[in-house]
């Protein structure tokens, strides 16, 4: 059985709690399957919409374990199922704004727990794409206000066998920064000197002390997805 985008934006919006505008671009990255265009309407399988929407959520451990950065993807990146891996990468992985002590943690061997860093992107929440992170560069071409943080291109190959426990599955994430990394601390604490000559010493050493304490998401589900039933259909 065929429903209309209308129809199926609407679910997905109610029972994700995404608007409309969100919802439609799930649909049309393809994450509820092909649409089928007629004369009247844009037509999607009943049975892919649900199967999207029965997806389980991403185990906590898991991503405890993983601590990875995640991206979300917004209405200015155009990722779709039918893209390469490289394609996709290509879109997910360049112009992010990343501050100092992001940077640093991005390159420490303590923060990634596989060897290299995981990287996940997602779209209204669903995880659309995993990759890993090899390095990153700082685009020379984008001029940024001088307090801000410069925009960035991260070097990504292809996921380990770690995706497998992801893909397929929402995170429990809340609309905010574009952004994150799950687990990790997020601003630069207020004892560093920015004008001090040791100054990158004293970002690796925040991180360092952030690393050591014990996993703690910095990324909490809404109260509304936290206690969704297990059965959505």
Known sequence: MEITAREAARRIGERHLLSRD??????????????????????????????????????????????????????????????????????????????????????????????????????????????????WSIDPT????????????FDLTPPGRWYAAVAETWLPIENGAAWTLWGATTTTPSKLDSLSMDYHKQIQAAVLRALAEPPRSVLRASAARATRPPDRR
Do not use: K
């Open 142 to 153: 984008q001029r940024t206000p001088r307090r801000s943080a410069p925009i960035c291109s």
């Open 22 to 135: 969100q919802a439609r671009r799930v649909l049309a990255a393809g994450l509820a399957g092909p649409g089928r265009r007629t004369a009247s309407a844009l037509l999607f399988e009943e049975e892919s919409v649900e199967a999207l929407l029965a997806r389980p959520m991403c185990d906590r451990d898991t991503l405890d374990e993983l601590r990875p950065f995640i991206a979300r993807l917004g209405r200015q990146r155009s990722l779709t199922l039918e893209q390469s891996w490289a394609q996709q990468a290509a879109v997910a992985g360049t112009g992010w704004r990343l501050p100092a002590l992001t940077r640093v943690a991005l390159r420490l061997p303590g923060q990634a727990r596989h060897g290299r860093h995981p990287f996940i992107a997602t779209l209204g929440g669903w995880v659309v794409l995993g990759a890993e992170i090899t390095g």
